[in-house]
């Protein structure tokens, strides 16, 4: 089964039970200052959790374009190494606001995976929240699960995995995590079933929803990659294109276990990020969204110099991004070119940074292995972030090829201290002064998007 032929599966089964498909909202929330980037299917829904706001259906199921790199969902650090986690990923869910709850949801989850997708029941696994204080134990899921599986394949955990929230506040609940037991006995979370019931207030206090409501979330790369048979989620159809894109131009094969493959899957990774990301408006810059967006490029970039890549080549894997996932995302088509060009005048930036930043950063790595601490100061790695644009990562990286520790302290102290010096600067002066922001065709309208929420600069570097 093709990974688009699963996505239109669980739309379809949703909707045949009486939900409406819904379009995916953009990555960028609408008014949710709580939120940097969408990271759940229910977000776009989140008023209509707490009774804010009316629909004219009260089930709904959409396919969402989720990021989780920041935040209480921040996976960032686990791209590459980890076969399941992802920056950028799609997220399928069936929502009820106030109407079905636990003893329907369960059941509609089962029918899918083990009548419709014929998983094998023996390798499905669920589990439910064991009660903490305050919160007593999901005996309900627990007794709805036991008609589908045996009790020895009912797990139950506490707050970090069965008790599900956004961001610190807002509709969370009690949550059934559903497990696939690969061939190798570990098991894979793909999908999880929120039982929506409370509101959690700043400080903490749960508040009771409306009603009681159902929101469920399964990676779309995950069900895939077990529906496909495949260990990992880059060996998928939403992956394979990619990652083999990558191998042709470093000209080394995909093995999956060596470092040069971890390379291949941060690339492949963070591809679709910054594609799916810059079409929706994120444009790099050194501030918030715009900042996370630069910092993905360039640890992709960085991977690929590592690959030995010498060319600028993400804007031509975004060409591969957009013509796999344009069908299901139409605004990848309508942004191509747009989304070429932001990605190529990056590379093009990132390149000259390197080009002028790297023999200054050996002069200071080796300034550091000649000194007794063996450490390399955190003001000096500052300076090379703010005057040349070399990223912390990037330096930490070459640092510990040399055995060298870093003052990561001393660098944020440094970042602070710049960061109060822009916020009293001209913010409006400031984004007018980020010359290649506004010289790209296309993405003035989403600098002008961004601007009421623009804060300044976090750092002023790379001004042109
Ligand atoms: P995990 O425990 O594996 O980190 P999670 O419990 O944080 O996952 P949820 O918040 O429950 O994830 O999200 C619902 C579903 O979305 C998960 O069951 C999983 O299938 C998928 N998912 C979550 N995070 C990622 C990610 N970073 N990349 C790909 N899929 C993800
Ligand atoms: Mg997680
Ligand atoms: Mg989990
Ligand atoms: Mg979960």
Not at 230 to 244: A, I, K, R
């Amino acid at each position: 089964m093709r990974s688009r032929e699963i996505r239109r599966g669980f739309l379809e089964f949703f909707e045949s039970a009486g939900h409406r498909p819904v379009a995916s909202a953009p990555l960028v929330p609408g008014d949710d200052p709580t939120l940097l980037f969408t990271n759940a299917g229910m977000n776009q829904f989140k008023d209509v959790f707490l009774g804010k706001e009316k629909r004219d259906y009260a089930r709904a199921t959409t396919a969402q374009k989720c990021m989780r790199v920041s935040g209480k969902h921040n996976d960032l650090d686990n791209v590459g190494p980890s076969p399941r986690h992802h920056t950028f990923f799609e997220m399928l869910g069936n929502f009820s606001f106030g109407d079905y709850f636990k003893a329907e949801a369960i059941p509609y989850a089962w029918r899918l995976l083990t009548d419709v997708w014929q998983l094998p029941k023996d390798r499905l696994y669920a589990t439910i929240f064991m009660g903490e204080p305050g919160v007593p134990r999901d005996d309900q899921a627990y007794e709805l699960w036991r008609k589908f599986l045996p009790a020895d394949r009912i797990g139950e955990l506490g707050a970090e995995d069965n008790f599900w929230q956004m961001g610190d506040t807002g509709p969370c609940g009690r949550c059934s995590e559903i497990y696939f037991v690969k061939d190798d006995g570990s098991m894979m979370e793909i999908w999880n079933n929120v039982f929506m019931e409370f509101d959690r207030q700043p400080g903490g206090v749960l508040v009771p929803l409306p009603a009681p409501s159902i929101d469920t979330g399964m990676g779309l790369e995950r069900v895939t990659a077990v529906l496909q048979g495949v260990e990992s989620n880059y060996d998928t159809d939403l992956f394979q294109p990619l990652v083999q894109d990558v191998a042709a131009m470093c000209g080394q094969p995909y093995v999956g276990t060596d470092a040069a493959s971890t390379s291949m899957r941060v690339i492949a990774d963070h591809m679709r990020a910054c594609t799916f990301l810059i079409a929706d408006g994120v444009i790099p810059s050194n501030e918030w969204r715009g900042y996370v967006l630069r910092k993905i490029m360039r640890r992709a970039m960085r991977h690929g110099k590592k690959l030995g890549i010498t060319q600028p080549f993400m804007h031509e894997l975004a060409d591969r991004v957009v013509t796999e996932m344009g069908d299901a995302y139409p605004e990848l088509k309508a942004n191509r070119d747009s989304v070429v060009s932001v990605i190529r005048s990056e590379e093009e930036r990132f390149d000259a940074v390197l080009t002028t930043g790297l023999g200054r950063l050996e002069q200071v790595l080796e300034r550091a292995a000649a000194s007794q601490r063996k450490v390399v100061p955190g003001d000096e790695m500052f300076r090379l972030y703010d005057s040349l644009g070399l990223p912390l990562d990037f330096i930490e990286d070459l640092a510990s090829e040399r055995q060298l520790a870093v003052d990561r302290a001393g660098y944020e102290a440094a970042m602070e201290a710049q960061r109060e010096r822009a916020r009293a600067g001209s913010h409006f002066e400031m984004a007018r002064t980020q010359g290649f922001t506004v010289s790209v065709a296309g993405t003035q309208a989403a600098l002008d998007a961004l601007g009421d929420r623009f804060e300044g600069y976090d750092i002023t570097e790379l001004t042109e």
